[in-house]
């Protein structure tokens, strides 16, 4: 069985085969799918499916046209040179669908299947967004022993070699080129070293150094992004990695050696570092006993006695490394024979090496999943992220997004005062959206999130926390209401939509819950000037309110300009503690929203804005973060967000009710601030103490620029978190190094919000 994703208002080509069954499924409800089939001969015809006609197609001119997955749509059919005017369509699915709808088929002959999940640009107002399809096929027949073949290549290949377990390849690449490390059945782990060709030629051996990597990096192995070179000795780059859909590697170990094997009771055993030493010997490198490597999926632990531990890898069926080579290189990689122990899932299986040109175009991406059994996708750019661009190189993967962390030339602290005197534009477009829509879509919200949905006005939001039966926080975020039935979840990660969409079908309600994060993008716009600024880009209709008049935790439907301008919705709400809005426009609009809000911003002294200087704004401000405030062992009240479980004025039930009354009958632990006499910064996760006993844990710090004291959050015991208790924190090994603190009012920065609501005379 296979299962292939069809992206929204995207499409999905595969090669079909006779006897092939063929499953669309509708995730998240609601959404059409159009298929199309190609005979061998280019014969186009609904029958090839064993379905009727529905004419030509209706989505699938534009889902082809949809970013890469429409791009490897029109390369199928230009190598098939099937004739796409003479497509004819099966249409099903859509409409009043529900989550997990489903339709089947089955192939009467070989040919080329697409399928299409149409729909265009939801307006931010709208809640009609494209949602993803899933595809499975279960094949008629497989290749031999049921393995698969890799996957297509990235593009034209120089080299595509499968190497065998036990085997090991040497091959050359030049300066620019792309060499690409894929593990085709999953967990097969694969050594990789590569030399600079100009010093091989002039008899100097100088390959990649494991120690000098994470030395000169500052990481356990590079990733993509700033930090993604592997060095020699002479601090060399040799190769910088550009993908990685694994994200687990390993560069403590040697390669596996015959002597590794000899002491564990397997002589003779076939191993890498061998292969290597005669795959090597025509370039005149010295044998070695023992080949320091990179070792691609190989999954390494430190344990708790810092003993060096081997695992299972993490890599699954077709995961890959993409390197790109720094200078002239001789490169050797191997397929691990290790079938003694776990390191290549106690079965040893093939690797694919693959060579592209130079001057291909691969974006930098870190592979990442919303769910632990979806297909791995690439790091997205946001609708925002070419805007940012102009300002900074320095992008990190957040959620899957790659977000700015710190302006060039600018820095987090120039950042963070521009916020905190004027104003600040920053990306936050990987925020989760979830339209919340049907008859039942109250009763749905009101079950799973924490806040009163029935006291929710339209054009209104809320702040509020999705919990589980524990009264653990799954997400926290806002809900907007639209209409009387329409609401839009904004939370930090895919679990809480998927949730309720969970909870929706459990409870049979009559309420779809449909992502539209990537139909919807937005910008904050925060600081004393924001409404200033924003009040001159915006022209909102009559019968909505201002940017003047728009009042704290409302929003506003607006236009860029005038009446026909580009269409956004606005929103009065901020996650830095100071008066504050945040823009929301679909993602083919975004340059131009963000162009007009800098041309009326940069000269009143607006700043680009990145994680790092956020990340100051909202521990000054007592603000919650996702792994650091909370967790799902977390609840509510230990987050300091109490405020959101309004247990007596909410009296309908709600998912973890009956746990959060038990908790906060009986509080365990409370989130309190610390303020520090020391300039040292305490760690995420450092312990708090009071003498040996550790009462607590750190969950934020920093060094407060506008307080000029070290400040940081922390969940202490119940009995210990009175303002003015003394505490310590530790660090070393908890005891040996000891930072004073003392338990103050929290949040510390304007604990009143009184600049939040606008008030900067107060």
């Given at each position: 069985?296979?299962?292939?994703?069809?992206?929204?208002?995207?499409?999905?080509?595969?090669?079909?085969?006779?006897?092939?069954?063929?499953?669309?499924?509708d995730?998240?409800?609601?959404?059409?799918?159009?298929?199309?089939?190609?005979?061998?001969?280019?014969?186009?015809d609904?029958?090839?499916?064993?379905?009727?006609?529905?004419?030509?197609?209706?989505?699938?001119?534009?889902?082809?046209?949809?970013?890469?997955?429409?791009?490897?749509?029109?390369?199928?059919?230009?190598?098939?040179g099937?004739?796409?005017?003479?497509a004819?369509?099966?249409?099903?699915?859509?409409?009043?669908?529900?989550?997990?709808?489903?339709?089947?088929?089955?192939?009467q002959?070989?040919?080329?299947?697409?399928?299409?999940?149409?729909?265009?640009?939801?307006?931010?107002?709208?809640?009609?967004?494209?949602?993803e399809?899933?595809?499975?096929?279960?094949?008629?027949?497989?290749?031999?022993?049921?393995?698969?073949?890799?996957?297509?290549?990235?593009?034209?290949?120089?080299?595509?070699?499968?190497?065998?377990?036990?085997?090991?390849?040497?091959?050359?690449?030049?300066?620019?080129?792309?060499?690409?490390?894929?593990?085709?059945?999953?967990?097969?782990?694969?050594?990789?070293?590569?030399?600079?060709?100009?010093?091989?030629e002039?008899?100097?051996?100088?390959?990649?150094?494991?120690?000098?990597?994470?030395?000169?990096t500052?990481?356990?192995?590079?990733?993509?992004?700033?930090?993604?070179?592997?060095?020699?000795?002479?601090?060399?780059?040799?190769?910088?990695?550009?993908?990685?859909?694994?994200?687990?590697?390993?560069?403590?170990?040697?390669?596996?050696?015959?002597?590794?094997?000899?002491?564990?009771?397997?002589?003779?055993?076939?191993n890498?570092t061998?292969?290597?030493?005669?795959?090597?010997?025509?370039?005149?490198?010295?044998?070695?006993?023992?080949?320091?490597?990179?070792?691609?999926?190989?999954?390494?632990?430190?344990?708790?006695?810092?003993?060096?531990?081997?695992?299972?890898p993490?890599?699954?069926?077709?995961?890959?490394?993409?390197?790109?080579?720094l200078?002239?290189?001789?490169?050797?990689?191997?397929?691990?024979?290790?079938?003694?122990?776990?390191?290549?899932g106690?079965?040893?299986?093939?690797?694919?090496?693959?060579?592209?040109?130079p001057?291909?175009?691969?974006k930098?991406?870190?592979?990442?999943?919303?769910r632990?059994?979806?297909?791995?996708?690439?790091?997205?750019?946001?609708?925002?992220?070419?805007?940012?661009?102009?300002?900074?190189?320095?992008?990190?993967?957040?959620?899957?997004?790659?977000?700015?962390?710190?302006?060039?030339?600018?820095?987090?602290?120039?950042?963070?005062?521009a916020?905190?005197?004027?104003?600040?534009i920053?990306?936050?477009?990987?925020?989760?959206?979830?339209?919340?829509?049907?008859?039942?879509?109250?009763?749905l919200?009101?079950?799973?999130?924490?806040?009163?949905?029935?006291?929710l006005?339209?054009?209104?939001?809320?702040?509020?926390?999705?919990?589980?039966?524990?009264?653990?926080?799954?997400?926290?975020?806002?809900?907007?209401r639209?209409?009387?039935?329409?609401?839009?979840?904004?939370?930090?990660?895919?679990?809480?939509g998927?949730?309720?969409?969970?909870?929706?079908?459990?409870?049979?309600?009559?309420?779809?819950?449909?992502s539209?994060?990537?139909?919807?993008c937005?910008?904050?716009?925060?600081?004393?000037?924001?409404?200033?600024?924003?009040?001159?880009?915006?022209?909102?209709?009559?019968?909505?309110?201002?940017?003047?008049?728009?009042?704290?935790?409302?929003?506003?439907?607006?236009?860029?300009?005038?009446?026909d301008?580009?269409?956004?919705?606005?929103?009065?709400?901020?996650?830095?503690?100071?008066?504050?809005y945040?823009?929301?426009?679909?993602?083919?609009?975004?340059?131009?929203v963000?162009?007009a809000?800098?041309?009326?911003?940069?000269p009143?002294?607006?700043?680009?804005?990145?994680?790092?200087?956020?990340?100051?704004?909202?521990?000054?401000?007592?603000?919650?973060?996702?792994?650091h405030?909370?967790?799902?062992?977390?609840?509510?009240?230990?987050?300091?967000?109490?405020?959101?479980?309004?247990?007596?004025?909410?009296?309908?039930?709600?998912?973890?009710?009956?746990?959060?009354?038990?908790?906060?009958?009986?509080?365990q632990?409370?989130?309190?601030?610390?303020?520090?006499?020391?300039?040292?910064?305490?760690?995420?996760?450092?312990?708090?103490?009071?003498?040996?006993?550790?009462?607590?844990?750190?969950?934020?710090?920093?060094?407060?620029?506008i307080?000029?004291?070290?400040?940081?959050?922390?969940?202490?015991?119940?009995?210990?978190?009175?303002?003015?208790?003394?505490?310590?924190?530790?660090?070393?090994?908890?005891?040996?190094?000891?930072?004073?603190?003392?338990?103050v009012?929290?949040?510390?920065?304007?604990?009143?919000?009184?600049?939040?609501?606008?008030?900067?005379?107060?």
């Open positions: 069985m296979e299962r292939h994703p069809v992206p929204p208002g995207g499409s999905r080509a595969l090669e079909l085969r006779a006897g092939d069954e063929i499953t669309v499924v995730r998240e409800g609601g959404q059409m799918a159009e298929l199309v089939v190609f005979a061998a001969d280019g014969r186009s609904a029958a090839l499916i064993g379905a009727p006609d529905d004419g030509a197609p209706v989505g699938l001119q534009q889902a082809i046209m949809a970013g890469p997955s429409g791009q490897a749509v029109r390369r199928a059919l230009d190598r098939a099937f004739d796409l005017g003479q004819r369509a099966v249409r099903c699915l859509g409409g009043d669908g529900r989550p997990g709808d489903s339709a089947s088929f089955t192939a002959e070989d040919g080329l299947l697409i399928v299409a999940a149409p729909g265009g640009p939801m307006a931010p107002q709208d809640q009609t967004p494209p949602t399809l899933l595809l499975y096929l279960r094949r008629a027949t497989t290749g031999a022993a049921g393995l698969l073949a890799p996957p297509d290549p990235l593009a034209d290949p120089i080299l595509d070699v499968n190497i065998a377990p036990g085997e090991a390849h040497v091959y050359e690449v030049a300066k620019g080129g792309f060499i690409q490390i894929l593990d085709v059945q999953g967990r097969e782990c694969s050594d990789f070293q590569a030399f600079s060709a100009r010093a091989l002039a008899g100097i051996e100088r390959e990649i150094d494991p120690t000098a990597t994470r030395s000169l500052g990481h356990i192995y590079p990733q993509p992004g700033l930090h993604a070179k592997y060095w020699n000795v002479d601090f060399e780059p040799l190769v910088e990695i550009v993908q990685d859909t694994c994200g687990r590697h390993d560069t403590f170990g040697l390669a596996c050696t015959a002597r590794s094997y000899a002491d564990q009771g397997y002589p003779g055993h076939v890498c061998d292969n290597i030493n005669a795959g090597l010997a025509p370039y005149g490198v010295r044998p070695r006993a023992g080949w320091p490597a990179i070792n691609f999926f190989f999954n390494t632990l430190i344990d708790a006695d810092h003993g060096i531990v081997t695992d299972e993490w890599s699954r069926p077709g995961d890959y490394v993409l390197l790109r080579a200078t002239d290189l001789v490169c050797v990689s191997t397929a691990c024979p290790d079938d003694i122990d776990p390191a290549n106690w079965n040893p299986t093939d690797i694919q090496m693959r060579t592209y040109r001057g291909e175009s691969f930098r991406s870190i592979g990442w999943r919303k632990p059994e979806d297909p791995v996708e690439d790091t997205k750019e946001t609708g925002f992220h070419a805007c940012f661009a102009r300002h900074t190189r320095d992008f990190v993967n957040y959620n899957g997004y790659w977000l700015a962390n710190e302006m060039t030339g600018r820095g987090a602290l120039q950042e963070y005062w916020c905190r005197e004027r104003a600040a920053m990306d936050l477009s990987p925020l989760r959206k979830f339209e919340v829509t049907g008859p039942d879509a109250e009763a919200l009101q079950m799973c999130v924490t806040r009163n949905m029935a006291k006005a339209v054009g209104q939001v809320v702040y509020t926390a999705v919990c589980a039966e524990n009264g653990g926080m799954i997400d926290d975020g806002t809900v907007f639209l209409g009387d039935h329409n609401f839009r979840w904004i939370g930090g990660c895919d679990d809480s998927t949730w309720m969409r969970e909870q929706a079908v459990k409870h049979r309600m009559n309420a779809w819950v449909r539209s994060t990537d139909q919807m937005n910008v904050a716009v925060q600081g004393r000037l924001s409404r200033q600024i924003l009040d001159q880009v915006f022209w909102t209709p009559p019968h909505q309110p201002t940017i003047e008049e728009l009042g704290w935790f409302r929003f506003t439907i607006a236009r860029v300009g005038d009446y301008g580009i269409p956004c919705v606005i929103s009065r709400t901020g996650y830095t503690g100071e008066l504050g945040e823009v929301f426009c679909h993602p083919k609009d975004a340059v131009a963000f162009d809000i800098w041309a009326v911003g940069e009143l002294g607006m700043e680009p804005l990145g994680l790092a200087a956020l990340d100051m704004l909202r521990i000054e401000s007592g603000l919650a973060f996702a792994g405030e909370f967790d799902d062992q977390t609840d509510p009240f230990e987050a300091g967000i109490g405020f959101t479980v309004p247990l007596k004025s909410k009296t309908d039930d709600f998912i973890g009710r009956a746990a959060l009354e038990t908790r906060k009958a009986a509080p632990r409370r989130l309190v601030g610390l303020e520090l006499p020391a300039r040292t910064v305490p760690a995420h996760g450092d312990c708090v103490r009071l003498g040996r006993v550790q009462v607590g844990v750190v969950t934020s710090a920093t060094r407060s620029p307080l000029n004291k070290t400040i940081a959050l922390a969940r202490v015991d119940i009995q210990h978190a009175e303002i003015g208790t003394e505490l310590e924190i530790g660090q070393l090994d908890g005891h040996q190094k000891r930072l004073q603190a003392t338990v009012r929290f949040p510390h920065f304007d604990p009143d919000k009184s600049r939040a609501k606008g008030d900067y005379d107060a």
